[in-house]
């Protein structure tokens, strides 16, 4: 079936614009994360969602970061006035329930 | 100090050699542990679970060490295709996965 998707696959902004980045979990999937990857590092989170709720915001580093997840399926996680320091690959993951997390492809974020 | 560390590699490992490395983690509550693979520019995959009594899957043997907290993967007869990045994964006091930064391995002909 299918798996998790996130759109757009590169994101190249410049520092102080705003941006979005959307992920689309695994149909039934009930748990969606969210995770920053730097190079050279391993995923580290950020935002997780049970349902339309965010259970657990305590890895969102500042408020300039921000996630919705309306209808309980699609995510978007919002960065306001990025900065260069943002620069990572942006990870999603679902799951049901605790099980296995299941991770889409990545956004590669790039602000210059 | 990182909650999860981990050798950061490159382990050069001849193919059909055996490999093995290990990760420390800093939780004692930590609950569940993991090890993700990562292929280079893609996500992260789950390769295994940890168990208490240790557990075998195909070629690749986990190992978990409460006392001491460490977690250990061996590979045997490598394949070329066994080249990557694995991640060390454990969960914190609230479920949340923590990863380490990653050992890499390079198998070669």
């Known amino acids: 079936g299918a798996g998790v998707s996130q759109t757009p696959s590169n994101k190249v902004t410049e520092k102080g614009k705003y941006v979005e980045l959307r992920c689309d979990p695994i149909?039934?999937?009930?748990?969606l994360y969210w995770y920053r990857q730097s190079l050279g590092q391993g995923p580290e989170f950020l935002i997780y969602?049970?349902?339309?709720?965010?259970?657990?915001d305590s890895g969102l580093p500042n408020d300039r970061f921000f996630a919705v997840r309306p209808e309980g399926s699609v995510s978007t996680l919002k960065i306001q006035r990025t900065e260069r320091g943002d620069s990572a690959v942006y990870l999603c993951?679902?799951?049901?329930?605790?099980?296995?997390?299941?991770f889409g492809p990545g956004t590669r974020l790039t602000v210059l | 100090r990182k909650e999860v560390e981990q050798d950061p590699g490159p382990f050069n490992v001849p193919e059909g050699a055996t490999v093995a490395f290990n990760c420390t983690y800093s939780n004692s509550a930590s609950q569940s542990f993991f090890w993700y693979r990562q292929d280079c520019r893609k996500e992260p995959k789950l390769l295994m679970s940890?168990?208490?009594s240790g557990n075998e899957d195909g070629r690749f043997t986990a190992q978990l060490n409460r006392a001491s907290q460490y977690i250990s993967l061996l590979i045997r007869d490598s394949k070329l295709s066994d080249s990557a990045t694995y991640l060390c994964?454990?969960?914190?006091?609230?479920?949340?996965?923590?990863f380490g930064a990653g050992t890499q391995v390079v198998v070669t002909p």
């Open positions: 969602f049970q349902g339309t709720g965010a259970a657990d």
């Open positions: 149909s039934g999937h009930t748990a």
């Open positions: 994964v454990v969960t914190d006091s609230w479920g949340k996965l923590q």
């Open positions: 993951a679902s799951s049901q329930g605790e099980d296995t997390q299941y």
């Open positions: 940890v168990y208490s």
